[in-house]
């Protein structure tokens, strides 16, 4: 997993790059890529699958945070996985929200959906993605838990 190495001299988003596979998913990834596009029906004013160019310490990179909100002033950075896991926090506040705050210029905040949690799941745990974006302005690591049935926006619903 690439982490930013400070200092963060550029970011931008840009379109992908040239040379990037498009891989064909086969099995927990397929399923993983499938539970991606619900949240992205079910949500609509999000942006799915954003790329950003990046320069740090280590030089040139690209990343690929899976959903962008801006509501009320502040761009949330959403990655999704099927099952929680806290590496998932980690590489929002290591990459994913220094990255996009950077390109922006904008309050930049960032929270995990996951439909399945496990016994281990240490973050803040909602079921609304209006209380998922309050305890990430609080400094909370959440995740939206999510099954894949409803609708997560007032517009959508």
């Known amino acids: 997993m690439r982490l930013i190495v400070p200092p963060l001299r550029h970011a931008a988003r840009c379109v992908k790059p040239a040379g990037i596979p498009t891989p064909r998913p086969r099995g927990v990834k397929s399923q993983g890529l499938r539970y991606e596009r619900a949240i992205a029906k079910a949500w609509p004013p999000i942006t799915h699958g954003p790329w950003f160019e990046f320069t740090d310490y280590l030089g040139h990179a690209y990343c690929q945070p899976d ?9 949330y950075v959403m990655e999704a996985k099927r099952t929680w896991t806290p590496e998932a926090h980690v590489k929002l506040a290591g990459l994913y929200v220094p990255v996009v705050k950077a390109a922006l210029h904008r309050h ?4 995990q959906i996951a439909k399945f949690l496990t016994p281990k799941c240490s973050a803040f745990v909602t079921t609304d993605p209006y209380q998922a974006q309050f305890m990430a302005g609080q400094g909370i690591d959440v995740v939206l838990h999510w099954s894949g049935m409803a609708a997560l926006s007032r517009e959508a619903a």
């Not at 959903?67 to 761009?75: D, E, H, N, P, S």
């Open 67 to 75: 959903f962008l909100l801006t509501y009320g002033g502040v761009t």
């Open 108 to 111: 930049t905040l960032g929270f």
